[in-house]
Nanobody, 127 residues
Framework: QVQLVESGGELVQVGGSLRLSCAAT????????MGWFRQAPGKEREWVVS????????YYADSVRGRFTISRDNAKNTVHLQMDSLKAEDTAVYYC????????????????????WGQGTQVTVSS
């Protein structure tokens, strides 16, 4: 099993940037699809982005495309989410998740399609 720990969440002003990190331990995750989700108070968990095992294939939610960038370093067992031009509506707990890559990367957009999760990190964007 893979254990995930997110970090990097904090309070930032509108228009600012943050870089979230997700560190994996346990078995290697280098062949897994990885993703980021977020959940705001009173709302359902929302898919943000997915990345395939090599990093060559990425899929972004419309709400973050062009502002967020996902990357992974399999040698260091880490996944990063660079968030730029942050908006107040980006405020949420951000979760890192992973799944064995059985289907094309585009399939992995629902929480139900991921096998393991981190505990989340809080991102607050204030105006």
């Amino acid at each position: 099993q893979v254990q995930l720990v997110e970090s990097g969440g904090e309070l930032v002003q509108v228009g600012g940037s943050l870089r979230l990190s997700c560190a994996a331990t346990g078995r290697t995750f280098s062949r897994d699809v990885m993703g980021w989700f977020r959940q705001a108070p009173g709302k359902e968990r929302e898919w943000v982005v997915s990345i395939n095992w090599s990093g060559a294939s990425t899929y972004y939610a419309d709400s973050v495309r062009g502002r967020f960038t996902i990357s992974r370093d399999n040698a260091k067992n880490t996944v990063h989410l660079q968030m730029d031009s942050l908006k107040a509506e980006d405020t949420a707990v951000y979760y890192c998740a992973g799944a064995r890559a059985v289907y094309p990367t585009s399939y992995y957009r629902s929480p139900a399609n991921f096998d393991y999760w981190g505990q989340g990190t809080q991102v607050t964007v204030s105006s």
